[in-house]
């Protein structure tokens, strides 16, 4: 049971450039959510899905974008590279029920963009 | 958007003694929880509270839901140095069906 994964663990973009961030869980978690972590400050959430299909917008979500065609899969989109978004991104996923609000986050993403 | 103040923001302490930390909060929660996060990973949840005045504890953490429902504290005791990392507490505000509001942490280190 591998939990949250998240590749690449590590990204140097060009501004400008795009990339995709790929997570997938084995949990079977219907939520999952995207993450942003600056230094020195709390998670922000970026984009969130309640189940395949069906994504919205958290706090900061302008630059990105997300798809959800399967319960496993929940890519995050850079379209056009700037370097406001360097920072580390967290995935996280979460069953429904009354462990609702139990996240459990991958490993990560450390992205930087010059 | 909603606001968790963490305090302490950082803790130096000596192997051995006991650590508390708290986090709080303008607006009710129905929910508070608390993760650990080790440098270059990702945050592991450690306890989840549900109801106002829950205590709960996991192994030498403990935990509680404030009783107004606007603050959380948890305590390690004994501590140890691989409890070096950063603490972050997160509550789901009245009305969030699933989006959590994280504090900005608490960083502790412990000197063998």
């Known amino acids: 049971n591998a939990g949250v994964t998240q590749t690449p663990k590590f990204r140097i973009l060009k501004i400008g450039q795009s990339m995709t961030l790929q997570c997938a869980q084995d949990?079977?978690?219907?939520?999952m959510y995207w993450y942003r972590q600056d230094p020195g400050m709390g998670l922000k959430l970026i984009y969130y899905?309640?189940?395949?299909?069906?994504?919205d917008k958290g706090e900061v979500p302008n630059g990105y974008n997300v798809s959800r065609s399967t319960t496993e899969d929940f890519p995050l989109r850079l379209e056009l590279a700037a370097p406001s978004q360097t920072s580390v991104y967290f995935c996280a996923s979460s069953t429904g029920g009354g462990s609702l609000q139990e996240q459990y986050f991958g490993p990560g993403t450390r992205l930087t963009v010059t | 958007g909603q606001q968790l103040n963490q305090s302490p923001q950082s803790m130096f302490i000596q192997e051995g003694e006991d650590v508390s930390m708290n986090c709080t909060s303008s607006s009710i929660f129905n929910t508070w929880l608390w993760y650990k996060q080790d440098p270059g990973e990702g945050p592991v949840l450690l306890i989840a509270l549900y109801k106002a005045g829950e205590l709960t504890s996991n192994g030498r953490l403990t935990a509680q839901f404030g009783i107004t429902r606007k603050d959380s504290f948890l305590n390690i005791s004994a501590s140890i140095p691989s409890d070096v990392g950063i603490y972050f507490c997160a509550g789901r505000p009245v009305g969030s069906n699933y989006k959590l509001t994280f504090g900005k942490g608490t960083l502790l280190t412990v000197n063998p």
């Open positions: 899905s309640v189940g395949a299909g069906i994504t």
């Open positions: 949990m079977n978690h219907n939520y």
